[in-house]
């Protein structure tokens, strides 16, 4: 299925002449097909054969931009159905709404919750991506006017409105920064996608649960030249959830496994709908908003709109987005050996961990933020967490009397006293038969770490 | 919606139908999909600018249905005095393609200790029955609507209490008593001891259909097996995130006598943030390889869903993070759902409000696709609130 670096480097020119940075086309071919480079590097094909290399080399789904330069974001372009089989590309765009009948005061002070809102973890800062502005006043106006105060927001936009004449008012004003059009229907459907057309915007096809219609009006905007289409087969929660998923599913299959032209586009969700017509408190609405978020990110949405702005709903969710889109490609493992924090002298306590990336950079940010001391010592566990690697035997006596001949610490302390991590007690009598150290079983939680340390020394 | 498709195919080269007691349905056939045909030829007509001229005729839409040689075992629990519960049974990955027979299945953690360290949004829930496994299992099914309940012996671990298989046996009687659903019988972790005591449990629990948690290669499974085997009970069997890890063990367990209708397999269930890809990809991998035809692999999947309370973001007090009494349940709920999407059947939880979240969703499972009333959301723009 997918492209090998022979198939493209067969519609490369040969030559060899290193414009595009690497030493030789076949080079330039496995970068390609590794989607390390640009095809628009190479400088040396006609228009014709650069369209049959980008047909060879277009993803199953097709990636689409929405927004200009440095607030541009692309989505879909993926290539497989789970993740094991490759790795999935550009992760879910997250977009939270904003609304044109919001009071000045209240309009602002949620777009900038809205960019302000981030997460660290394992060292990557994890952010919303885009805004979506809804025109619920039904006034052409009143959408234009909220349009134009987002022209200075850091995220691109999603222009929300069924309403053409609406959709043109606000295209006037920000249809040259590529916002995502929101969208044709069945009902507005040539002059929607018209302004689509004129204005060379990616649109989004809204057709709540039917397939066989999405797939003939999808049809009908490729007849019309439109090539960056979004697909919305309906947002349906509650006992219809299930058909959500039938339908979220049956288009990716069709895109990636059917390779059908009509449904090669990525898919946008909206679990702010489970907020439509809902009576239940606000707290119960948000955890179910995250559930709805968490269903349709599991299954193959790559855009979604949501309404919660709490930051203990979008913690999972970014969670679970930054979770599913690592390659599994590359081991989430750092380097082992001795690792120092702080002020150290040959008195300085000695730390236990694994080389798990998360594990690692979970001990190192509590490190810091405790302002400790202390050596540490990174087990290589092949990227496994303590209790993995305890279960599996990579974590026993043996490799961590290794580790502390190879790392040298013992020329750099006196004390032959080790502190390991909470889960790992059980093997702490092998420790210390196998290295002669003594072990001393410390908190579960790296987060109790500085406080241990202050305490016991 | 594939039957009409089908039908469409059929008539495609026809000349000429005779039409018998099938009169009234072809009659519908062809009001669905006339205008839908005129529409399209239509709009292709009407399009002024014919810009990409070289995209042909639409191909009839048809859903991507496979077809599966292989089929999940379907297990049951409970028997006796106990209401069974069936997991399992799938012949295609997804409703679409053929709804599963049985829902996902929750239980309920139960332990035979009171248990300090449960997070408070838990404890807070069970707080007044703690003292005693049966009025824990007790408010587990009436309140909380569980279908099963887990009886963890964590007393039983040499360096908790100690007690002994008989202690534990005691305890698992008492459950036993106290509620009429299956259960699933825990030990304590501890490789050496743990066979004995679910030795002594299921000896206690003969011929009611439970759960032993769990057979895995760090201890002696042929202990466990043989005492489900002689009692009439179910293995968990647990591998570490490794497939071949487990189809190893699935031989083994199926070589002292249990069938594919008596092991449920516990992939290991990684915490979201906390290697739930590796789960995924375990999950993903093992299910379609039992509906492709791997034997070692067709039983049914169980999550340790309460991992996910393990997390820091799940109970750790930030004020920035947001009140731990939501975080918690949002992080088992995310941590279960993507496992059930994956094609688990049975899940260990703590949370009633995460049990019955994941329940809404999993309860759709059974049903066939287009078959509920799909609510109005064409206005959403305008009739969203805030």
Known sequence: ?457 | MDKMTQLLKLLENTKSIEINEFRMDFDELELHLMPAIQQAVQKAVTTEKAIATEIMAMEEFKPPIQDYPGKVAEVQLGKGSRTPVYLGGQQALYRFEEPQPNPPVVTFDVFDIPMPGLPRPIREHFSDVMESPGEWAKKAVKEFGANMVTMHLIGTGPKVMDKTPREGAQAVEEVLQAVDVPLVIGASGDPVKDPLVLEAAAEAAQGERCLLASANLDLDYRKVAKAAVDNDHAVLSWSITDVNMQKTLNRYLLKEGLTHNDIVMDPTTCALGYGIEFSIDIMTRTRLAALKGDTDLQMPMSSGTTNAWGSREAWMKKEEWGPTDYRGPIWEIVTGLTMMLNGVDIFMMLHPTSVKLLREIGDTFVKDYMTTELPEISDWITQLEG
Request: proline share 4%.
């Open chain 1, 1 to 457: 299925m997918s492209v090998t670096a022979m198939d493209i480097y067969r519609l490369l020119p040969k030559t060899n002449c290193a414009k595009c940075g690497e030493a030789s086309c076949m080079a330039f071919a496995t970068k390609l097909s590794e989607k390390e480079t640009d095809l628009e590097l190479c400088t040396e094909l006609a228009a014709n054969e650069m369209q049959a290399l980008e047909n060879l080399l277009a993803p199953a789904v097709r990636e689409v931009i929405i927004g200009k330069g440095d607030k541009a974001i692309a989505i879909g372009g993926d290539e497989v159905l789970y993740r094991y089989e490759l790795t999935y590309y550009n992760p879910t765009a997250l977009v939270i709404d904003v609304n044109d009948e919001m009071e000045a005061a209240e309009f602002e002070e949620r777009v900038k919750t809205i960019e302000n809102t981030e997460f660290e973890r394992t060292g990557e800062l994890l952010t919303l991506d885009a805004i979506a502005l809804r025109n619920k006043s039904g006034d052409a106006d009143k959408f234009a006017a909220a349009a134009s105060k987002l022209k200075e927001s850091k995220y691109p936009l999603v222009l929300c409105s069924l309403d053409p004449l609406a959709m043109k008012k606000a295209l006037e004003v920000v249809g040259d920064e590529n916002p995502l059009i929101y969208g044709v229907t069945e009902n507005n459907f040539e002059d929607m996608a018209d302004l689509a057309v004129e204005y060379q915007c990616p649109v989004t096809l809204f057709v709540p649960g039917d397939l066989e219609k999405m797939k003939e009006l999808s049809h009908a905007l490729r007849a019309k030249g439109l090539k960056d289409i979004v697909l919305d087969p309906g947002t349906f929660v509650g006992d219809a959830i299930g058909d959500t998923l039938d339908n979220f599913v049956m288009i990716k299959r069709l895109a990636i496994e059917e390779r059908d032209e009509d449904f090669r586009f990525p898919i946008l969700g909206i679990p702010a709908l489970l907020r439509l017509n809902n009576d239940e408190d606000e707290v119960t609405k948000s955890i179910k908003e995250a559930t709805i978020a968490a269903t349709l990110l599991n299954k193959y949405a790559d855009i979604l709109i949501l309404n919660g702005t709490e930051i203990w709903e979008i913690i999972p969710v970014l969670t679970l987005r930054q979770s599913l889109y690592t390659d599994p490609r590359k081991p989430q493992a750092v380097d082992a050996g001795l690792y120092e924090f702080g002020e150290l002298d040959e008195n300085s306590p000695v730390l236990l961990t694994t080389n798990f990336a998360l594990t690692y950079y979970t001990v190192e940010g509590d490190l810091k933020s405790g302002k400790a001391s202390t050596y540490l010592l990174v087990l290589d566990t092949v990227g496994r967490a303590v209790d993995v690697s305890l279960a599996g035997g990579q974590l026993n006596g043996k490799a961590v009397a290794d580790l502390i001949k190879e790392t040298g610490i013992e020329d750099k302390v006196k004390t032959r006293k080790m502190i390991i991590p909470g889960l790992a007690a059980p093997v702490s009598g092998e420790i210390e038969d196998d290295s002669g150290w003594e072990v001393v079983v410390g908190p579960r939680d790296s987060s109790a770490v500085p406080d241990y340390l202050t305490k016991e020394l």
